[in-house]
């Protein structure tokens, strides 16, 4: 199956510093999301990023589907944007699958 | 009101006890799915079913069933819990056509 890794596993930023963290996947993908996963456990969608970039505020994502790649880029880093990062891929098999996270953590 | 619901969000059981979670969503998504997350570990698949009457097995479904009373409902049973099922517990629904998932809260279980 579809392996996906997420890289790095753990970062700690100050505040107001940008980050990039990478998902890789090892096979064609027909969608991707990022989410963000938030101390209390809440996962939220950020973006639904099959290929292409897209941007929310300080929060940005781009694919490369040819390349097997997706970035999520934040900017100007707020105590708020800690918690875990996960990508997950679908493949067109109706599953998606997820890789372990880049967990975030920002210092005031 | 939330679109995708999960009750309880917290319980505590022994091994052995038979536990039920249940989710609920008024998106109106024919698709729902339940996940475990491990601590330091992304979502794992549980179960998934299409519609009503179209329930398949994920990636880690032993020691789970299933029930999907409606198109609305979607429960999670340990039939016999273990320590080893301690984890958290997300459902999740999907639109016929659509790539884009949708998370309840999740339900902490933790099995003593």
């Known amino acids: 199956g579809i392996q996906v890794e997420q890289s790095p596993p753990d970062l700690i930023l100050q505040e107001g510093a940008n980050s990039t963290l990478r998902c890789n996947f090892s096979d064609s993908v027909n969608n991707l999301q990022w989410f963000h996963q938030n101390p209390w456990g809440q996962l939220i969608n950020l973006f639904y990023?099959?290929?292409g970039t897209k941007q929310n505020g300080r929060l940005s994502a781009t694919t490369v589907a040819t390349e097997r790649y997706s970035l999520l880029y934040i900017s100007s880093s707020q105590t708020t944007d800690s918690g875990v990062y996960f990508c997950?891929?679908?493949?067109?098999?109706?599953?998606?699958?997820f890789g372990t996270g880049t967990r975030l953590k920002v210092l005031a | 009101d939330a679109d995708v619901t999960q009750t309880p969000r917290n319980r505590i059981t022994k091994t052995g006890k038979r536990i039920m979670l249940e989710c609920s969503q008024t998106?109106?998504?024919?698709?729902m799915y339940w996940y475990r997350q491990d601590p330091g570990l992304g979502l794992r698949l549980i179960y998934y079913s299409f519609d009503v009457k179209d329930i398949n097995k994920g990636e880690i479904s032993d020691g789970y069933s299933v029930s999907r009373q409606a198109q609305a409902k979607f429960s999670l049973s340990l039939e016999s819990a273990i320590p080893n099922q301690t984890a958290l517990y997300f459902c999740?629904?999907?639109?016929?056509?659509?790539?884009?998932?949708?998370f309840g809260p999740g339900t902490r279980l933790t099995v003593l």
């Open positions: 990023i099959p290929s």
């Open positions: 997950a891929v679908f493949s067109g098999t109706y599953k998606y699958i």
């Open positions: 998106k109106g998504h024919d698709r």
């Open positions: 999740a629904t999907m639109e016929r056509g659509s790539d884009t998932q949708y």
